[in-house]
């Protein structure tokens, strides 16, 4: 039997039933349409259907219930992106060519927000050992963490210009 729940997604709040054992990788894509969350291994090992849970915790999505997430704040892929301007990441990972078939990209790019919200000057060990729950069966990882490093220079630069008036 549904269950009528809420959640907040990339800012905004969805209301819909959904089944007690629906996970919310199936509730993002099939009922949201957000199609940027990809399933991959179902088991949350590959890191594809990678969320932020309340902006900075990363949780596979394809093994947390969606009705384990109501009361949180999710974001998606989709939510980085403000306007048509992409995030500091998204764009650093289409200039660093770190995107090949993309199907890991968008839980690349939500793992490596999460290091940079703790860390924003991450060594290449330790952008490495951030992500190492995302798989990517295309790259060698090289551009990948050249997207992370780009990306963490250009935010900290865009930080320093604020608070340098």
């Given at each position: 039997?549904?269950?009528?729940?809420?959640?907040?997604?990339?800012?905004?709040?969805?209301?819909?039933?959904?089944?007690?054992?629906?996970?919310?990788?199936?509730?993002?894509?099939?009922?949201?349409?957000?199609?940027?969350?990809?399933?991959?291994?179902?088991?949350?090992?590959?890191?594809?259907?990678?969320?932020?849970?309340?902006?900075c915790k990363v949780i596979p999505s394809c093994t947390t219930l969606a009705v384990e997430v109501e009361g949180h704040k999710i974001l998606t892929i989709e939510g980085l992106k403000k306007g048509d301007q992409l995030h500091p990441l998204q764009?650093?990972?289409?200039?660093?060519?770190?995107?090949?078939?993309?199907?890991?990209?968008?839980?690349?790019?939500?793992?490596?927000?999460?290091?940079?919200?703790?860390?924003?000057?991450?060594?290449?060990?330790?952008?490495?050992?951030?992500?190492?729950?995302?798989?990517?069966?295309?790259?060698?990882?090289?551009?990948?963490?050249?997207?992370?490093?780009?990306?963490?220079?250009?935010?900290?630069?865009?930080?320093?210009?604020?608070?340098?008036?």
């Open positions: 039997m549904k269950r009528i729940i809420t959640l907040n997604v990339n800012g905004v709040d969805y209301t819909f039933g959904a089944e007690p054992n629906a996970t919310l990788a199936d509730v993002l894509r099939e009922e949201l349409r957000f199609t940027g969350v990809k399933k991959g291994c179902d088991d949350g090992e590959c890191g594809a259907c990678s969320v932020l849970l309340d902006g764009q650093a990972f289409v200039d660093c060519f770190a995107v090949q078939c993309g199907f890991c990209t968008p839980g690349m790019i939500m793992c490596a927000c999460a290091l940079l919200a703790e860390n924003d000057d991450p060594t290449e060990a330790e952008i490495r050992d951030y992500m190492r729950g995302n798989i990517c069966r295309c790259t060698g990882y090289g551009k990948i963490i050249q997207a992370v490093q780009e990306a963490a220079r250009n935010i900290r630069t865009a930080k320093e210009a604020v608070e340098n008036g």
